[in-house]
């Protein structure tokens, strides 16, 4: 099965500063991967989507964009960050079993804005 | 994607079956039932799915109604540890995958 990889796991940066997450999947290629936020006390929402390399979909217009520049590393940047951008970051992987897709989750980044 | 609907929140004893509830009365017949769960300060972690026939893992039963308007998610003998806010979603693709604010499940020793 894939495991997903995250760093850092918290980040506190000043308004205006830029931003770069990075997840990294080992154990599967070509894999559908995904960047979520989550604000505190509240449901996920889906940011972005890849299909492949060079491939990406942005479900809300936003401050931040992604880049998928290899197989198995989905980066989130942003070139000036707004306090709403403080949240916690999720990145996921699909992943496929027994002819059934599931996704999964790494361990998140934890963004302050200040 | 069709929307659910949960209860904010719940208790459980220790040691006794934990029984959450959803309501999907807009799911399409390609639709799935996906379960997941969020213990604090941790990425989602996927728990079961299903379309149309009961199913059961280590780690929980799912229970469809026959209309598949419903679904109830069943943790047989809850645990401290399972104490996490649970999200059931309801799609058939992955690239529209919403979460939406799932249900506080406190399980009390």
């Known amino acids: 099965s894939q495991t997903i990889h995250q760093w850092p796991a918290t980040l506190v940066q000043p308004v205006g500063s830029p931003l770069s997450l990075e997840c990294t999947v080992e154990g599967t290629s070509n894999p559908n991967l995904y960047w979520y936020r989550q604000a505190a006390g509240r449901g996920l929402q889906l940011l972005f989507y890849s299909v492949g390399i060079g491939q990406i979909s942005s479900e809300v217009p936003q401050n931040l964009s992604a880049s998928r520049p290899q197989d198995r590393q989905f980066i989130l940047s942003s070139k000036k960050l707004l306090l709403s951008d403080s949240g916690f970051y999720l990145c996921?992987?699909?992943?496929?079993?027994?002819?059934?897709?599931?996704?999964?989750f790494g361990p998140g980044t934890r963004l302050l804005v200040l | 994607d069709a929307k659910t609907t949960q209860p904010t929140s719940m208790d459980c004893a220790e040691g006794r079956a934990a029984n959450l509830p959803c309501n999907h009365s807009t799911i399409s017949g390609n639709e799935y039932v996906y379960w997941y769960r969020q213990i604090h300060s941790q990425g989602p972690q996927y728990i079961i799915h299903g379309l149309k026939n009961n199913e059961t893992n280590e780690m929980a039963s799912l229970i469809i109604t026959e209309d598949r308007k419903s679904s109830t998610l069943i943790l047989p003998h809850a645990t401290l540890r399972d104490t996490a806010v649970y999200y059931c979603?309801?799609?058939?693709?992955?690239?529209?995958?919403?979460f939406g604010s799932g249900t506080k499940l406190n399980v009390k020793p």
């Open positions: 979603i309801v799609s058939n693709n992955f690239n529209k995958f919403y």
């Open positions: 996921a992987g699909l992943e496929s079993a027994g002819g059934r897709e599931t996704q999964y």
